[in-house]
């Protein structure tokens, strides 16, 4: 889940289900620009800039608390994590986090952080009610990609250098499998019946769909786009939809996100957003999606139902992550 | 240690290259799971060659001598493949070896003996050429795959190359394509080349001139720098060197002073002192290079911090290189789950090998040289300027092999 992580996919639900139609939903997206060090807060509805909010240094990852008061935001320069009052837009308190993290995700019922210190080899584990790294799980060079499964007993972290996605049981936090992956694994997702893994390799090129029961990839999904350089795609951002149907995937320097089918896994279509997208929210209705174009400086919104770019808009300088909150 | 299985002893580039094909075949990816099966730990040697050799000097006062330069770099690498062999029962072992000074034919003899004995079969080279050359012509190498992490001399990618013979390290003329691609870019497209007297110092000069014929660049004029070297330290300080450049430079116009100063004996000097205002660039100023501090993209500062907290200074291009080769024996034992030294062999020169080394896309090596190819940064002196290849200067196949020796061009038999 990571940078583009919402609640648990049931609150997730039932926030689309109360909704109006039409996407006139009173959500706010939430992007982090990590040379700004702000969050922006953008409207849905105006699609421009009501907020924006200083943080620590290098702000990417973000996560919001079970009941969205308080967004959790990695600062890896500042080696800690911010936390967001949402509705003063203030950082009220800092919490321990283990060096540099760089992504992280909320237990679905618990209260506790994940974090991955990507400088460090280390997963930290963040007791939020104690406020402190209660425990650290030692993993391959360079983690970064956090998933969690909906019922919340097993996490899944990426190792860039080692290039594994390794299965951690959250109850023992013990690593109970290593799935080998391409080139520099970035972002892990469960889907939202929680059967299967997709995870991103960045260099490789592709994402890898692992089974969540036998560990096991049953789909590497890879991409070709006339007129791009096979090395321009380097996909990072994962959005899965929640019913089952769609997925979308960042393609970094490509300036394009593809949308996939999430049963036969066929390449639908590249949607061409700005330069280097990084991360990708769904709104809570699941009719739109925003990117974060980490060299052009701006936020893309798609329209997914009619399948067409609506609007590019400015968010700040180098936005990498984006989450929404219904 | 664990028996060495199918040492590749005699094997030959067919035999190696039919092992790709078979591996490319079977590298369907299966879970690992170290909690449920204990399988026998596989031990992969790797050997290290280097040789003693006098400490030098750099002519700026930031930079430390160093004395372990490459082997810092090959052992970071033996950590990096072991964090990762953790998880696949795989451990990794660095058997260093250094040749005395000077040209010693009974100690290289002895070294390649000692390495082979201790079942090395897969060995990081940081040799200057000629030793390096020497290395490869021992018997004793044969069986070996030598994985050069420090030559750029462009004969050994070509005229000199061995079909058992691979480079991490960049080539001369990878670093002054890199360098002409960006200045063209730029359309600084006339340059003054100052040379300095050693060999290594015309090779890059040659790379240059070459560079400047691919990409359109004119050198309009050449110089030798012929100046008595000295000490960098002397109470007299910058007054001399102040009134020698602007002298020394002083010719056609130009857009930037390209120099060619391997040994950093004079070109730290020419910055803010030519006699015209232009920048300088190539050995010194802005340096095409494999690897620099100041390069922070693709998450290469976590390679920093690790480098620097285990050698205490920073990482260079040597380093970089002889962290790449063993890095490329670790991804191939990863890759096929395996430590026969003939199969990562084959794997490391086969279609599906893929390494990432935090420049931003995968890196290959070159079937008809051996090559790394490779993005080639352009470093300042105090911040990353740009990484080549540069925008508009295609390839069929991939932008990197627009640095350096493309097929075509390629004068190495072994390879085709």
């Given at each position: 889940?990571?940078?583009?992580?919402?609640?648990?996919?049931?609150?997730?639900?039932?926030?689309?289900?109360?909704?109006?139609?039409?996407?006139?939903?009173?959500?706010?997206?939430?992007?982090?620009?990590?040379?700004?060090?702000?969050?922006?807060?953008?409207?849905?509805?105006?699609?421009?800039?009501?907020?924006?909010?200083?943080?620590?240094?290098?702000?990417?990852?973000?996560?919001?608390?079970?009941?969205?008061?308080?967004?959790?935001?990695?600062?890896?320069?500042?080696?800690?994590?911010?936390?967001?009052?949402?509705?003063?837009?203030?950082?009220?308190?800092?919490?321990?986090?283990?060096?540099?993290?760089?992504?992280?995700?909320?237990?679905?019922?618990?209260?506790?952080?994940?974090?991955?210190?990507?400088?460090?080899?280390?997963?930290?584990?963040?007791?939020?009610?104690?406020?402190?790294?209660?425990?650290?799980?030692?993993?391959?060079?360079?983690?970064?990609?956090?998933?969690?499964?909906?019922?919340?007993?097993?996490?899944?972290?990426?190792?860039?250098?080692?290039?594994?996605?390794?299965?951690?049981?959250?109850?023992?936090?013990?690593?109970?499998?290593?799935?080998?992956?391409?080139?520099?694994?970035?972002?892990?997702?469960?889907?939202?019946?929680?059967?299967?893994?997709?995870?991103?390799?960045?260099?490789?090129?592709?994402?890898?769909?692992?089974?969540?029961?036998?560990?096991?990839?049953?789909?590497?999904?890879?991409?070709?786009?006339?007129?791009?350089?096979?090395?321009?795609?380097?996909?990072?951002?994962?959005?899965?939809?929640?019913?089952?149907?769609?997925?979308?995937?960042?393609?970094?320097?490509?300036?394009?996100?593809?949308?996939?089918?999430?049963?036969?896994?066929?390449?639908?279509?590249?949607?061409?957003?700005?330069?280097?997208?990084?991360?990708?929210?769904?709104?809570?209705?699941?009719?739109?999606?925003?990117?974060?174009?980490?060299?052009?400086?701006?936020?893309?919104?798609?329209?997914?139902?009619?399948?067409?770019?609506?609007?590019?808009?400015?968010?700040?300088?180098?936005?990498?992550?984006?989450?929404?909150?219904? | 240690?664990?028996?060495?299985?199918?040492?590749?002893?005699?094997?030959?580039?067919?035999?190696?290259?039919?092992?790709?094909?078979?591996?490319?075949?079977?590298?369907?990816?299966?879970?690992?799971?170290?909690?449920?099966?204990?399988?026998?730990?596989?031990?992969?040697?790797?050997?290290?060659?280097?040789?003693?050799?006098?400490?030098?000097?750099?002519?700026?006062?930031?930079?430390?001598?160093?004395?372990?330069?490459?082997?810092?770099?090959?052992?970071?690498?033996?950590?990096?493949?072991?964090?990762?062999?953790?998880?696949?029962?795989?451990?990794?072992?660095?058997?260093?070896?250094?040749?005395?000074?000077?040209?010693?034919?009974?100690?290289?003899?002895?070294?390649?003996?000692?390495?082979?004995?201790?079942?090395?079969?897969?060995?990081?080279?940081?040799?200057?050429?000629?030793?390096?050359?020497?290395?490869?012509?021992?018997?004793?190498?044969?069986?070996?795959?030598?994985?050069?992490?420090?030559?750029?001399?462009?004969?050994?990618?070509?005229?000199?190359?061995?079909?058992?013979?691979?480079?991490?390290?960049?080539?001369?003329?990878?670093?002054?394509?890199?360098?002409?691609?960006?200045?063209?870019?730029?359309?600084?497209?006339r340059w003054m080349l100052v040379v300095g007297r050693y060999p290594e110092d015309q090779a890059f000069a040659e790379a240059v001139r070459r560079a400047a014929k691919r990409f359109g660049a004119r050198i309009v004029e050449e110089k030798s720098w012929t100046?008595?070297?000295?000490?960098?330290?002397?109470?007299?300080?910058?007054?001399?060197?102040?009134?020698?450049?602007?002298?020394?430079?002083?010719?056609?116009?130009?857009?930037?002073?390209?120099?060619?100063?391997?040994?950093?004996?004079?070109?730290?000097?020419?910055?803010?002192?030519?006699?015209?205002?232009?920048?300088?660039?190539?050995?010194?100023?802005?340096?095409?290079?494999?690897?620099?501090?100041?390069?922070?993209?693709?998450?290469?500062?976590?390679?920093?911090?690790?480098?620097?907290?285990?050698?205490?200074?920073?990482?260079?291009?040597?380093?970089?290189?002889?962290?790449?080769?063993?890095?490329?024996?670790?991804?191939?034992?990863?890759?096929?789950?395996?430590?026969?030294?003939?199969?990562?062999?084959?794997?490391?020169?086969?279609?599906?090998?893929?390494?990432?080394?935090?420049?931003?896309?995968?890196?290959?090596?070159?079937?008809?040289?051996?090559?790394?190819?490779?993005?080639?940064?352009?470093?300042?002196?105090?911040?990353?300027?740009?990484?080549?290849?540069?925008?508009?200067?295609?390839?069929?196949?991939?932008?990197?092999?627009?640095?350096?020796?493309?097929?075509?061009?390629?004068?190495?038999?072994?390879?085709?």
């Amino acid at each position: 889940m990571g940078a583009t992580t919402r609640g648990t996919g049931a609150a997730l639900l039932a926030a689309a289900l109360s909704m109006p139609a039409g996407g006139a939903a009173a959500y706010t997206v939430h992007v982090s620009n990590e040379r700004s060090n702000t969050i922006v807060v953008v409207s849905p509805e105006t699609l421009k800039i009501e907020r924006t909010i200083p943080v620590g240094r290098r702000p990417r990852g973000m996560v919001f608390s079970h009941d969205f008061a308080r967004l959790y935001v990695c600062v890896g320069d500042d080696d800690r994590v911010d936390v967001l009052d949402v509705a003063s837009g203030t950082v009220v308190e800092s919490l321990p986090s283990g060096p540099d993290p760089e992504l992280l995700v909320l237990h679905p019922t618990k209260p506790i952080l994940y974090v991955a210190n990507e400088d460090d080899n280390m997963v930290s584990v963040v007791d939020l009610e104690r406020r402190q790294v209660v425990s650290e799980i030692q993993v391959g060079v360079e983690p970064e990609g956090m998933g969690i499964s909906p019922d919340g007993s097993t996490l899944v972290n990426t190792s860039e250098t080692t290039n594994m996605a390794h299965f951690i049981d959250t109850t023992t936090l013990q690593i109970t499998d290593n799935v080998l992956l391409d080139a520099r694994p970035r972002v892990a997702r469960f889907t939202a019946d929680g059967a299967q893994v997709w995870v991103s390799s960045e260099i490789g090129g592709t994402v890898s769909v692992i089974d969540a029961g036998t560990r096991r990839i049953v789909k590497k999904i890879g991409f070709e786009i006339r007129g791009v350089p096979r090395e321009a795609i380097q996909p990072v951002g994962i959005e899965l939809t929640a019913d089952g149907k769609r997925a979308f995937v960042a393609l970094g320097p490509s300036n394009r996100v593809a949308e996939i089918d999430q049963k036969t896994f066929e390449v639908k279509a590249y949607h061409l957003v700005g330069q280097r997208v990084w991360n990708l929210a769904l709104s809570p209705d699941q009719t739109r999606l925003y990117t974060t174009n980490g060299v052009s400086n701006d936020m893309s919104v798609i329209d997914i139902v009619a399948g067409k770019v609506l609007k590019s808009l400015p968010v700040g300088d180098s936005p990498w992550g984006v989450v929404v909150k219904p | 240690m664990a028996a060495i299985r199918g040492m590749i002893r005699g094997a030959t580039a067919r035999r190696v290259l039919a092992g790709a094909l078979a591996l490319a075949a079977c590298t369907a990816v299966v879970p690992v799971s170290p909690a449920r099966a204990q399988p026998a730990v596989q031990t992969v040697p790797v050997g290290y060659l280097g040789q003693e050799e006098a400490v030098r000097t750099p002519l700026t006062f930031l930079r430390p001598e160093l004395r372990d330069e490459g082997l810092q770099g090959a052992r970071l690498g033996i950590l990096d493949n072991d964090t990762t062999g953790r998880f696949l029962n795989q451990d990794f072992e660095l058997v260093e070896a250094i040749l005395p000074r000077g040209d010693d034919a009974p100690g290289l003899a002895a070294a390649v003996e000692a390495l082979a004995a201790k079942g090395v079969r897969l060995l990081v080279a940081d040799l200057p050429a000629d030793r390096l050359a020497r290395l490869m012509e021992h018997p004793g190498a044969a069986g070996m795959l030598v994985l050069n992490a420090r030559a750029t001399d462009d004969a050994l990618r070509n005229e000199r190359c061995r079909a058992n013979l691979l480079h991490t390290a960049p080539s001369r003329r990878m670093l002054a394509d890199a360098l002409a691609q960006y200045l063209v870019w730029k359309r600084w497209d006339r340059w003054m080349l100052v040379v300095g007297r050693y060999p290594e110092d015309q090779a890059f000069a040659e790379a240059v001139r070459r560079a400047a014929k691919r990409f359109g660049a004119r050198i309009v004029e050449e110089k030798s720098w012929t100046f008595e070297e000295g000490n960098r330290r002397s109470d007299s300080g910058h007054t001399t060197v102040q009134s020698l450049v602007p002298t020394a430079t002083q010719g056609a116009e130009h857009h930037v002073l390209v120099v060619a100063d391997e040994r950093d004996i004079f070109g730290e000097y020419l910055a803010y002192r030519t006699w015209q205002p232009r920048p300088v660039a190539g050995t010194q100023g802005l340096v095409p290079t494999g690897w620099d501090r100041v390069h922070e993209q693709w998450g290469a500062t976590q390679l920093h911090s690790r480098f620097e907290k285990q050698a205490g200074r920073w990482m260079t291009q040597r380093d970089h290189a002889a962290w790449l080769a063993v890095r490329a024996v670790g991804e191939a034992a990863t890759r096929t789950r395996s430590a026969d030294p003939a199969v990562l062999a084959a794997h490391i020169k086969g279609p599906d090998f893929a390494l990432a080394a935090f420049k931003g896309q995968a890196l290959s090596f070159r079937p008809w040289d051996g090559q790394l190819r490779q993005p080639i940064l352009l470093a300042g002196p105090r911040m990353l300027v740009s990484v080549s290849p540069q925008d508009g200067f295609l390839h069929p196949v991939s932008t990197l092999d627009t640095l350096g020796d493309d097929a075509a061009d390629s004068r190495c038999g072994a390879g085709k």
